[in-house]
């Protein structure tokens, strides 16, 4: 073989194999972005509050109907929740509770007085944990323990669910509505949670109200009984102030679930 002849079949080899390695360098790259997209809109949809990968959930009315919805998740809580009951009664206004079972079974008496004052409350898992690395009969299991409480406090309820922290999971849901309970959402947040003054609160959820909203608010907290919520109860007073001033409602969940299925009986008409 020449020296001539070997230079040329080195080439003839090198090339095919330097392509091949860019190859699989892109290969890898694609996959690791796509992948990495994939796990992270995954993610963001196993926590994302109107996200629906995993199965419906509500989540509001079309944008720009007249009508909003205040939910309270955390509770019962002592002494806010029934500040919170006063704020409500001054306005007149009927809200949706999703309640923490352990609370619940340490202070059924705040549920009581909920629904006697015709608020809506509904399940928050008994020990609020993040469904997202729960077991199948883990969920299971949470929400049956918190339903009990709930039977046992004020007997029958309504079958609304929100998952603590949003988190669902392929197969959650299908739990959460093998018991018969309905996956509540929200898309309006408060942010309540972080301690800032009513003035914040306030503002966070004006920054987001189009119409038809679930806004998500606490009164109370998951780590402990008896944080303090009166910013949420200052902030509720002033938010009801301003909303009926310009013209909107406010709903529970079930009412606004009724509003959306005779919609969509209408739309189906037309
Ligand atoms: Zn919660």
């Avoid at 994939?38 to 109907?65: D, I, K, V």
């Avoid at 309270?72 to 949706?96: M, S």
């Avoid at 197969?171 to 018991?179: A, C, E, F, P």
């Amino acid at each position: 073989m020449s020296p001539c002849l070997r230079v040329s079949v080195v080439k003839v080899v090198k090339r095919p194999d330097r392509i091949y390695n860019r190859r699989i360098m892109f290969g890898y790259l694609a996959a690791g972005v796509l992948g990495t997209a994939a796990a992270s809109a995954a993610g963001y949809q196993s926590m994302a509050p109107a996200g629906q990968w995993y199965g419906p959930t509500f989540t509001g009315l079309s944008r720009g109907t007249r009508q909003l919805a205040l939910t309270y998740d955390d509770g019962p809580n002592d002494p806010f929740t029934l500040r919170l009951l006063e704020v409500l009664a001054k306005h007149g206004v009927r809200a949706t509770f999703f309640l923490i079972g352990r609370f619940v079974k340490q202070r059924p008496d705040i549920v009581r007085e909920l629904v006697q004052a015709g608020h809506v409350v509904g399940n928050h898992t008994f020990s609020h944990p993040n469904l997202i690395f729960a077991s199948a009969p883990q969920t299971r299991r949470e929400l049956e323990q918190c339903e009990q409480a709930l039977d046992d406090a004020v007997g029958e309820h309504s079958r609304l669910f929100r998952p603590p922290f949003g988190g669902r999971r392929p197969g959650t849901l299908q739990v959460v509505r093998g018991i018969g309970l309905q996956p509540v959402m929200w898309n309006v947040t408060g942010y309540d949670w972080q301690g800032k003054p009513a003035e914040h609160v306030e503002q966070k959820v004006r920054e987001q109200v189009r119409g038809g909203d679930v806004i998500l608010l606490h009164d109370g907290s998951h780590a402990v009984f008896g944080a303090d919520r009166s910013q949420t109860v200052i902030a509720t007073d002033r938010l009801i102030a301003r909303y009926k001033s310009e013209g909107y409602e406010f709903v529970t969940i079930p009412e606004m679930m009724a509003k959306e299925a005779i919609g969509s009986q209408l739309s189906a008409i037309s």
